[in-house]
Nanobody, 127 residues
């Protein structure tokens, strides 16, 4: 069984930065593609960024407008999301997720493609 746990959320002013972390336990995620999703109040969960098991490829939602960077340290089962120039519209609960891929030529973007989820970490951006 794979367990994921996010951390690093908090309250920041617009224009600030946060770095989210996701730690995995239960088994090695060396064969798993991973991603960040988010869900704002009253909105559907949306894909933010994804990454293959070797750190490539990476793919991003257009909604983050080039402000975020996803990365991972596979040997330590860690996933990161560096968020810069945050906006109030970025306020949401952020989730990390994973699925076993066996290949990393592409990364899926749909919620239903992912098998394992964390409980989320709240990011709040004030004006």
């Amino acid at each position: 069984q794979v367990q994921l746990a996010e951390s690093g959320g908090g309250l920041v002013q617009a224009g600030g930065s946060l770095k989210l972390s996701c730690a995995a336990s239960g088994r090695s995620l060396s064969d798993y593609n991973m991603a960040w999703f988010r869900q704002g109040s009253g909105k559907e969960r949306e894909f933010v960024a994804g990454i293959g098991w070797r750190g490539r490829p990476t793919t991003y939602s257009a909604s983050i407008e080039g402000r975020f960077t996803i990365s991972r340290v596979t040997a330590e089962n860690l996933l990161y999301l560096q968020m810069n120039d945050l906006k109030p519209s970025d306020t949401a609960v952020y989730y990390c997720a994973a699925y076993q891929a066996y290949r990393d030529l592409d990364v899926r973007r749909l919620e239903g493609d992912y098998d394992f989820w964390g409980q989320g970490t709240q990011v709040t951006v004030s004006s």
